[in-house]
């Protein structure tokens, strides 16, 4: 059996062949099962984001991921934390948080930054994401 495929049938009914657009599909499924404001991935390269319902602009996002991948390249250069993978940030009197989490495909570090309210998604949550985009950025 092919992977992505039950039973002969496709499991995924609105699928993209072009790693942008199937990034910018997950990340819309992701914003809308965790409640997220916002989905973005940071490569140092690069930013691909879904803005639901931030408040803020492109520009805005743009700038947030990069700052954050930047912290996460240091940490993942720094001896003795290096495997640190999850970092949340959180403003008290709003209600919103920063939850990241960064890994590597082949080796490159990406940092999946998602917006929320206060409530933190579960670590589990957000490791099938990873290995969404690891499935997809290996193809």
């Given at each position: 059996?092919?992977?992505?495929?039950?039973?002969?049938?496709?499991?995924?009914?609105?699928?993209?062949?072009?790693?942008?657009?199937?990034?910018?599909?997950?990340?819309?499924?992701?914003?809308?099962?965790?409640?997220?404001?916002?989905?973005?991935?940071?490569?140092?390269?690069?930013?691909?984001?879904?803005?639901?319902?931030?408040?803020?602009?492109?520009?805005?996002?743009?700038?947030?991921?990069?700052?954050?991948?930047q912290f996460?390249?240091?940490?993942?250069?720094?001896?003795?934390?290096?495997?640190?993978?999850?970092?949340?940030?959180?403003?008290?009197?709003?209600?919103?948080?920063?939850?990241?989490?960064?890994?590597r495909v082949?080796?490159?570090?990406?940092?999946?930054?998602?917006?929320?309210?206060?409530?933190?998604?579960?670590?589990?949550?957000?490791?099938?994401?990873?290995?969404?985009?690891?499935?997809?950025?290996?193809?």
């Amino acid at each position: 059996m092919k992977l992505g495929f039950i039973k002969g049938r496709e499991r995924r009914k609105d699928r993209s062949g072009l790693p942008v657009e199937a990034l910018k599909k997950l990340f819309r499924n992701l914003a809308q099962q965790g409640g997220f404001k916002a989905v973005m991935m940071a490569t140092g390269n690069g930013l691909i984001s879904v803005n639901i319902d931030s408040g803020l602009e492109a520009e805005q996002l743009a700038e947030i991921s990069r700052i954050v991948w930047q912290f996460n390249k240091s940490v993942a250069e720094m001896e003795p934390i290096r495997s640190l993978r999850r970092m949340i940030l959180t403003e008290g009197t709003s209600g919103e948080a920063l939850v990241c989490v960064s890994f590597r495909v082949k080796t490159r570090l990406i940092s999946l930054i998602v917006m929320t309210g206060i409530e933190v998604p579960d670590p589990e949550f957000m490791e099938k994401a990873v290995q969404g985009i690891e499935r997809i950025l290996s193809e």
